[in-house]
């Protein structure tokens, strides 16, 4: 795959005076290809709501219900000596009991994104589909609003939680280091990680292993140098002794 703006940057020429044997005239075309990374399918593992703890009930509830199935296969146990039965059955419980309880945890992108946002934004995807239709149209309009103006307000208030934090943190418990911290989270930018780089020939190496050889060329050829100093300098003479001298009578 590749970006299509990738060919507006292309540059051409035209060869009116060709020798070809036709009305054409010949077209020199150079452009720059920007291929598109694909992504492989790897195995991602199932992240819980586990903000949810924090609440006594649910955390009452979560202990009951896994008490109570890890007791039941005890008792199957007692009876079943294969170990790789029961870690099956042990981990099954435990991933079915969080998962009723807690919940799968719902990426956010962005810290001031509620729970209610998100639930807004399911509404929102579901009316999408009966957008063409004129009450579907309001509806969906009506609630793109809300969404809106609700995660302006969000973000307004996140910030001036922030700020308040920094302010106390100058004003009132003189750290200047939370202050610091507070600011560089607010203020930092993403950095986007390299995955080219180029061979001693100036060759651009796209595969993993490849750069990996190339760092550990590198490397190699930056510390492995001879010292042109002299050795004499290392090199410590003995210290010579006191000698004492006799006191006048």
Request: with cysteine.
């Amino acid at each position: 795959m590749y970006f299509q703006s990738s060919v507006n940057i292309g540059r051409t020429r035209s060869f009116p005076k060709a020798d070809i044997g036709s009305d054409h005239d010949l077209v020199l075309m150079s452009f720059r290809l920007r291929l598109k990374k694909i992504k492989s399918s790897k195995y991602t593992r199932m992240k819980l709501n586990l903000d949810k703890l924090q609440d006594p009930e649910v955390a009452e509830l979560f202990k009951t219900t896994l008490g109570g199935k890890i007791t039941t296969l005890l008792l199957e146990g007692a009876e079943d000596t294969d170990t790789d039965t029961m870690t099956t059955k042990f981990n099954t419980a435990v991933t079915e009991t969080a998962t009723a309880i807690l919940g799968k945890l719902r990426p956010k992108k962005n810290p001031w994104v509620t729970n209610e946002l998100l639930d807004l934004c399911d509404k929102r995807r579901a009316l999408k589909r009966s957008k063409n239709s004129p009450e579907g149209y309001d509806a969906y309009r009506t609630i793109n609003k809300d969404i809106k103006k609700q995660m302006q307000s969000a973000k307004q208030n996140w910030i001036e939680e922030h700020c308040k934090e920094i302010e106390n943190s100058l004003k009132y418990n003189n750290n200047t280091k939370m202050a610091y911290q507070t600011v560089k989270e607010l203020t930092k930018t993403k950095q986007p990680r390299a995955s080219t780089i180029q061979s001693k020939t100036g060759e651009c190496l796209t595969e993993e292993q490849k750069i990996l050889d190339r760092w550990t060329e590198y490397c190699s050829e930056l510390y492995n140098r001879i010292p042109n100093g002299d050795p004499a300098v290392l090199s410590c003479p003995k210290p010579l002794r006191m000698m004492k001298t006799p006191h006048p009578p």
